[in-house]
């Protein structure tokens, strides 16, 4: 059954590092989208792309994180200077007809980065 | 007021019960309406979708009241691998919105 994967499973990284992390959605679909876990708390959308540019984003993605497809599989998530609160479980998820109402709307997640901020 | 509110639980129910999860959300211009499943340090799982008229799938069932802005699920004669936390999930434009989720442990 085809997966979203992603790399690293965990990241340790000091305060003011960069990280990016890396997924790679299933191949034919065409919506991706990450989102964030932080312990305990409820998984939160960050960003969402399609057609090659960001589609809609929210108030947590902010000029500190930035997304792109390099090529034709991968989907990177890069945050560029890293705060002790960007801890938290990063999900990657694709779907294959994006999130409008004619579809069923069911985004496919992978098993998640855990990043860890020191 | 949360765009997607959920009771936080834990529920904590024996094996074999019936099971009730509420969710209210707030913005009216939502679209499409999901419960999803999210095993404890994994990813989130489609469940259902869940429809005007009202949906089931085996054990589960689904209603929306849209004039209320109220989702449910009922899971009925509980499993012990029905454990989980179950996060209610609006779609509003191109975004995927997920509640806090509400917790379920099945006691055998």
């Known amino acids: 059954e085809p997966e979203v994967t992603q790399t690293p499973s965990h990241q340790v990284t000091q305060m003011g590092q960069e990280v990016i992390l890396r997924c790679v959605p299933i191949s034919n679909h065409l919506y991706f989208y990450w989102y964030r876990q932080i312990l305990g708390q409820k998984v939160e959308f960050l960003v969402s792309?399609?057609?090659?540019?960001?589609?809609?984003k929210s108030e947590i993605f902010d000029d500190q994180f930035s997304v792109e497809r390099p090529d034709g599989s991968n989907f990177t998530l890069k945050i560029r200077s890293t705060k002790l609160e960007d801890s938290a479980m990063y999900f990657c998820?694709?779907?294959?007809?994006?999130?409008?109402?004619?579809?069923?709307?069911?985004?496919?997640f992978g098993e998640g980065s855990r990043l860890t901020v020191l | 007021r949360k765009e997607v509110e959920q009771d936080p639980g834990p529920f904590n129910v024996p094996e074999g019960a019936t099971v009730a999860f509420n969710c209210t959300y707030s913005?009216?211009?939502?679209?499409?309406f999901f419960w999803y499943r999210q095993d404890c340090r994994k990813e989130p799982k489609l469940l259902m979708s869940?429809?005007?008229s009202g949906n089931e799938d085996g054990r589960f069932t689904a209603q929306l009241n849209r004039a209320s802005q109220y989702i449910s699920l009922l899971i009925r004669d509980s499993k012990l691998s029905d454990s989980a936390t179950y996060l209610c999930v609006v779609n509003r434009d191109d975004k995927i919105i997920f509640g806090k989720g509400t917790r379920l442990h099945i006691l055998p």
């Open positions: 998820a694709s779907s294959v007809e994006g999130t409008s109402v004619q579809n069923t709307g069911e985004l496919f």
């Open positions: 869940v429809y005007s």
């Open positions: 792309f399609y057609n090659n540019e960001i589609s809609e």
């Open positions: 913005n009216s211009a939502s679209q499409s």
